[in-house]
């Protein structure tokens, strides 16, 4: 279901619209009552990820439980870098990702199809994984929060690689 499309190549959304944005979809999906954030983590400070995962914890309030960076195989960000970037979000909402021990293998990418894509490069499958966090039935909303942009090394930044890079 799509709740809001605006596009254009010359126009700017102000940071007042996209809290009104925000709250008018929010508005039309009801309540929630536990919510998980997965913004992008600090490498992407300017991205405004920042302050939209502050709008939706104003919104939200004691509903989002959880906001948990998608680090990848980055560093856990500090205390100073949430602070920084996430302004007055209470740090106990936090969660860091450890991609070595809380993912969940949910499906595998036939080698067949890596085969294909990588032009002959892999030849086996790959596990899809996710942090377990994302498997927890108790949330009844998770925002993947982003620009989607051009990503140096894999694809587009935010949209599904904060799910399946960030936080798989």
Known sequence: MLYFARGSSTGDISPEEIRTILGEVFDRMGP????LAIP??????????????????????????????????HSPMTDGQISSMFGSIPKEK???????????????????????????????????QVNKLLLDPSF??????????????IGMANHAKNIFVGVG
């Open 140 to 153: 009844d909303l998770i925002l993947s929060i982003g620009q989607v942009v051009p990503h140096e090394v």
């Open 94 to 128: 936090f969660r860091v990702h450890d991609w070595r021990n809380d993912v969940v293998t949910v499906g595998e990418v036939p080698a067949s199809y890596v085969e294909e894509v990588s032009e002959g490069r892999v030849s086996y499958s790959w596990p899809v």
């Open 40 to 73: 992008p983590d600090f490498t992407r400070l300017n991205s405004f990820a920042g302050p939209i995962t502050e709008m939706c914890n104003d919104y939200f309030g004691d509903a989002l439980t959880d906001v948990m960076p998608a680090l990848g195989t």
């Open 32 to 35: 929630k009552h536990r919510v």
